[in-house]
Antibody
Framework: EVQVVESGGGLVQPGGSLRLSCAAS????????MSWVRQAPGKGLEWVAN????????NYVDSVKGRFTISRDNTKNSLTLQMNNLRVEDTAVYYC?????????????????WGKGTSVTVSS | QSVLTQPPSVSGAPGQRVTISCTGSSSNIGARFDVHWYQQLPGTAPKLLIYGNTNRPSGVPDRFSGSKSDTSASLAITGLQAEDEADYYC???????????FGGGTKLTVL
C-alpha cells in the first residue's frame, strides 16, 4: 500500500524547535518530489515547502524561509522538516505528501498521496 | 486573503449539480499553471480529487469534473450525494510568490 506517515508533532514554546518526520512506503521514494502542507486550526491549507527527488532543490513559503529546513534521506525513505524559532502562527496540522506532475519543475505538480498529519502547537 | 479566491460555502440538494469556482490572476491560473482540486472530508486529511485542470485520479467518480478558463477554474459535482459534504480546495502555482498557492476552501453542504 502506498502511504506516508508523519510523526514528531507536539507542544513547543515560542522560539523553540521541533523536527517532523515522514516515513514513506509502498512506492519508490527517490522517484518523487515530496512536500509539506499545513492547516491551522479551522483554517485552509497552506503550502510550506517541497524538495526535489534527489534533494538538490528546496522551495519554501516566505513565512518559513530561514526558520524551516526540508530534507530527505532516500536510503531510509524518509522526509524531514526541521522547524526552528517557532512562532504561535506556526500552530497547525502538518501534512506530508508525495508530489507528482508533468515536467521537471514543480510548478505543475500536486500532492497525490497525503498522510494523516501531525499536530504542532506553539504556545507558552 | 488567499491568492486564489473560492466561495466560502455552497449547498445543494441530493441529486443536484453544484459548481465551485476558483478565481486567480495573471500570475497563477492566467499564466497557464495547472489547477488541482482536493476534497477534505470532516476530520480527515485532504485527498486529491482533480489534477491537471480536468483529470480524475483512479477511484474518483465521474460525477466530479474540473475545468479552467482564463484566470479561473471550476469544480463541478453532479448527482450530489450526502457523502460529498466536505471542504474543497483548489491549488496552483504563483509566479509572483514563487510557490504553490491554495484557495481559501469551500464548504459544501448537502441539504
Amino acid at each position: 500500500e502506498v502511504q506516508v506517515v508523519e510523526s514528531g508533532g507536539g507542544l513547543v514554546q515560542p522560539g523553540g524547535s521541533l523536527r517532523l518526520s515522514c516515513a514513506a512506503s509502498g512506492f519508490t521514494f527517490s522517484s518523487y518530489w515530496m512536500s509539506w502542507v499545513r492547516q491551522a486550526p479551522g483554517k485552509g491549507l497552506e503550502w510550506v515547502a517541497n524538495i526535489k527527488k534527489d534533494g538538490s532543490e528546496k522551495n519554501y513559503v516566505d513565512s518559513v524561509k530561514g526558520r524551516f529546513t526540508i530534507s530527505r534521506d532516500n536510503t531510509k525513505n524518509s522526509l524531514t522538516l526541521q522547524m526552528n524559532n517557532l512562532r504561535v502562527e506556526d500552530t497547525a496540522v502538518y501534512y506530508c505528501g508525495r508530489t507528482y506532475g508533468p515536467g521537471p519543475r514543480y510548478h505543475y505538480y500536486y500532492m497525490d498521496v497525503w498522510g494523516k498529519g501531525t499536530s504542532v502547537t506553539v504556545s507558552s | 486573503q488567499s491568492v486564489l479566491t473560492q466561495p466560502p460555502s455552497v449547498s445543494g440538494a441530493p441529486g443536484q449539480r453544484v459548481t465551485i469556482s476558483c478565481t486567480g490572476s495573471s500570475s497563477n491560473i492566467g499564466a497557464r499553471f495547472d489547477v488541482h482540486w482536493y476534497q477534505q472530508l470532516p476530520g480527515t486529511a485532504p485527498k486529491l480529487l482533480i489534477y491537471g485542470n480536468t483529470n480524475r485520479p483512479s477511484g474518483v467518480p465521474d460525477r466530479f469534473s474540473g475545468s479552467k478558463s482564463d484566470t479561473s477554474a471550476s469544480l463541478a459535482i453532479t448527482g450530489l450525494q450526502a457523502e460529498d459534504e466536505a471542504d474543497y480546495y483548489c491549488q496552483s502555482y504563483d509566479s509572483s510568490l514563487s510557490g504553490w498557492v491554495f484557495g481559501g476552501g469551500t464548504k459544501l453542504t448537502v441539504l
